[in-house]
């Protein structure tokens, strides 16, 4: 099975930046498409942004568009770069990753998932 394992969570201040890093391991033998999600406490799962197979195309929320950056050095490894952090950007963070070449955005359309990785940024 597919695993996911999500990193660099943490406290940081308003305006503060934080890496965050995903790596997946298991019987990964095809292309795929990385993603990052984010779930606040009561709120529900949204998207945050997207990667495919070649890390040749990024799609983004409108939400971070301009402070976030998603980018893959590695088959296995995805990274979601956080600048100019906001107290409304606090979750918590969840790779995932979607079997197919394309780009989805849509939670239902990803097939494994992390479990996740705290982000908490104060006033």
């Known amino acids: 099975q597919v695993q996911l394992q999500e990193s660099g969570g943490g406290l940081v201040q308003a305006g503060g930046s934080l890496r965050l890093s995903c790596v997946a391991s298991g019987p990964i033998f095809s292309s795929y498409a990385m993603g990052w999600f984010r779930q606040a406490p009561g709120e529900e799962r949204e998207f945050v942004a997207a990667i495919n197979w070649s890390g040749g195309k990024t799609v983004y929320a409108d939400s971070v568009k301009g402070r976030f950056t998603i980018s893959r050095n590695n088959v296995n490894r995805v990274y979601l770069q956080m600048n100019s952090l906001k107290p409304e950007d606090t979750a918590v963070y969840y790779c995932?990753?979607?079997?197919?070449?394309?780009?989805?955005?849509?939670?239902?359309?990803?097939?494994?998932w992390g479990q996740g990785t705290q982000v908490t940024v104060s006033s």
């Open positions: 995932a990753v979607d079997m197919a070449i394309t780009i989805a955005t849509m939670e239902v359309e990803y097939d494994y």
